[in-house]
Nanobody, 126 residues
Framework: QVQLVESGGGLVQAGGSLRLSCAVSGRAFSGYAMGWFRQAPGKEREFVAALNWSDDKSYYADSVQGRFAMSRDNAKNTVYLQMNSLKLEDTAVYYC???????????????????WGQGTQVTVSS
């Protein structure tokens, strides 16, 4: 059974930074792509960032481009989302997700991911 466990969320002032972590267990860490999504109250879950296994390329939503960075530590079976210059509108529950479907190529679509974490709350205050 694959498990994804997020951590690192919390309360931060606008302009501040947080780093989210997502630890993966239950399956070999290699060969899959990872994504981060978020869901604000009353809104659909939306794409934030994704990372290919195959070539380490990362992709970002326009709203976080230049402020967020996704990375991976293979030795720790963990992916990270570094979030800088946080804005009020970044407040949401953040979820990590994993997919093995496409040979290590990531996706911006929720439906392409097979495994999800439980989410971690990020609250940005003014």
């Amino acid at each position: 059974q694959v498990q994804l466990v997020e951590s690192g969320g919390g309360l931060v002032q606008a302009g501040g930074s947080l780093r989210l972590s997502c630890a993966v267990s239950g399956r070999a860490f290699s060969g899959y792509a990872m994504g981060w999504f978020r869901q604000a109250p009353g809104k659909e879950r939306e794409f934030v960032a994704a990372l290919n296994w195959s070539d380490d390329k990362s992709y970002y939503a326009d709203s976080v481009q230049g402020r967020f960075a996704m990375s991976r530590d293979n030795a720790k079976n963990t992916v990270y989302l570094q979030m800088n210059s946080l804005k009020l509108e970044d407040t949401a529950v953040y979820y990590c997700a994993a997919t093995w479907r496409y040979g290590g190529i990531s996706s911006r679509l929720r439906s392409d991911y097979d495994y999800w974490g439980q989410g971690t709350q990020v609250t940005v205050s003014s």
